[in-house]
């Protein structure tokens, strides 16, 4: 498919495309995709550079933690399945999640500028149960958990909102938060695409460098000194989400730093721990861990105990035996630090 | 105390007995949870106290028989829903969905006495089910005593069945409230120079559902104070113990808590806190609405949930309808929670009198009789016998 074609396509485009091109992934936009004749192999072979660099300028963005920046409609609607294939090549969840967030974000941020109308489609498309009371927007109480439990705000605690008959009553602001988390749990968990190998690495050589420096975020810090290998699994578990680049709760955050902290690791070190997170702002995180470990506000808060951390699901043991019926994570880390060293068992 | 020979015998035999019985009647059938093919059963038998589980029965024919064969001290099946309720590795059973459980248990304030522990359990019990209706406005909900310490509520509302374990945790918090303090539920500011008043205080209503929930308390509370008498006024205000200028006092001159009572029934604060859901104050009030607020938030939300119950999607809960082992009470489901006593309702066993050692000396009220039990011989109606003897506290003569 040669450059004629675009400009076909340019020519014959219905209006409706101005309004789609910021939601690649409504319906519309798909049959768009579909009506332009462009094939799969099209967008693999990479014979339309134009599109597979928009698509790859997607990926790039969001790894840099930038809010990606349109070029032209009909390149950002047709870039956004090449982004998905190249997200599905390189298979690395992190980089998913961290693409899912700023694409969230972006919806988020076009959303709130959208007609009641508009909005009103997109959450069918979505499955959000939505009543419009006036200028409110009520959601059904199931729909709002489900898509604002990663939210890590008070405001957002069902606990704060008016709720009446199983309907939430939101303003428009926080309705479309809510599309837009269930549009990032849409990619994340569509993603990666089921691509050929040999597929894959035709693509791969174009993306060569997202590679590189993907490695290199990887191999950022270590934690040092500490032996990570004995922490106990609630701690092990809330580690390894950050690895991943998992979004944590507010507890989990909580626990890790107190947990952390205690153990005498560095400030320095426990906000890098942090870096990984989608979200992650670095003055927040350290405005948060200062709090916490007692910088700012001069209360050091512990490390919660165990049967805290299972209130809150962070512990990961069945039975408290595996634990050694410890009542907090410090307790266990001892443990093993001794079983480790001295040889006790 | 290990049970002797005999003691088990007899428990064998009555609770055999009750089964029998029980799935003869036709009642049971609303004990019987929708899709019971798709749970898996469990249970503890009498004799060896060991859970037996990941049991699945694909007709009631077939269970009936199961558990008449096997007598069980203690019947349970999942909350959830499986592809297939039998395999033993949990990853593989196919999750499909579960009731969602709540568990309302006293065992905190273990120094009040059972009965009373079973009185305040119903309070908590009424307000829960109160909030599932009217704020989540959910339907098909069982009331069930546990045949111990409370009481557990299933909801099998359609739109709660798929709801994720943290999901179900918000939905704890949300009821139990726990994160709430008066900022979160009290708009409060000082205005200077406002309403004539040199320093007052501005109160408003915050706009969320525990925000109304508390509001309308405190008029309640202030409506109350207002159409008591003189002296109950006096009172009910003095046990506040708060003062004109200081948050927290003592004890309140008489004369203080005239003048608040006069202002309540005089002025109109009342009906514009009614009708603004705001209002500015001067300090005495400021002091009165803090205090009332603080209890409200003490009295309002759900106490007492057991709340790994309800976070945890796969777990085993009392077949409504069977005996709890460890009273020999039955699980009985709930009609009328508001007339329902448990130390009546739940038991089943006949009151034929029997001769039995005790190993304590203990009170027991049940059937609104009082027992008093003495250390070694009794002589006693088989429902407070086997009571004893399911609690370990008691056996039969060798
Ligand atoms: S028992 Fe304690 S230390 Fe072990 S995983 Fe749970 S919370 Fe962590």
Redesign the interface.
Known sequence: MGKETIDHLRSSIDTDIYTIYKYPFLDDARKYIRDSGISFNDLLEGSISTIVDCGRKRVEDALNGKIHEYDNPYLEILSYPVANIILSCINDIGLIKRYAYFESKRVYEELKKEENNFIIKIAAQFGLRLKKDGEKYET???DY??NS?RIND?KW???????????ISLEKEDFVRLIAEKYREIIEDTLPLNIDKEDCSKIINRVGDIITCLKEKDNREKISKIDSDCFPPCIKGIISKTEKGINLSHHERFSLTTFLHKIGVKKDEIIQLFRNMPDFDFEMTRYQVDNIIGESSGTTYRCPSCSTM????ICTTERNKDCNNVSNPIKKYKINLDRKYKGIV | MDMNEVSTIYLIRKFNEYYTNLFKNKNFLSCIPPSFNEREWGFIPIRYKRMWRHLSFQNLGEMKKFFLKNTPLHLYYSSAYYEHPDIKKMSEKGWKGADLIFDIDMNIKNDLKYEKMLLLAKDEVIKLYDILK?????NDIQIVFSGGRGYHIHVRDR??L??????R???I??LS?N??NID?VLKKREVVGDYGIERGYYYGMV??????RVWSSVITFLDEIRNMNENDAIKKIKELKIGKRDKFVKDLSKKDALEMYQMLKKSNIVELMKKDRKITTDKFFKNLVERIVENELNMLPIKNTD??VT?DIKRLIRLPGSLHGGTGFQAKLVDNIDNFDPLNDAIVFSDENKKIISIVDTDISMKDNKYKIRKDENKLPEFVCLFLICRGLAYLED
């Open positions: 059904y109480f199931t958990l489900n439990r008070q605690s069902l606990v704060n909102k008016k709720i009446s008959k199983g309907w299972k209130t809150y699901g | 009217s704020d989540f406005g959910l739109s709660v798929k709801l994720k374990s943290e999901e945790r918000e939905m918090d949300y409230a994160s709430l979160n706009d969320s559902s525990w925000g109304e709340n790994p976070t």
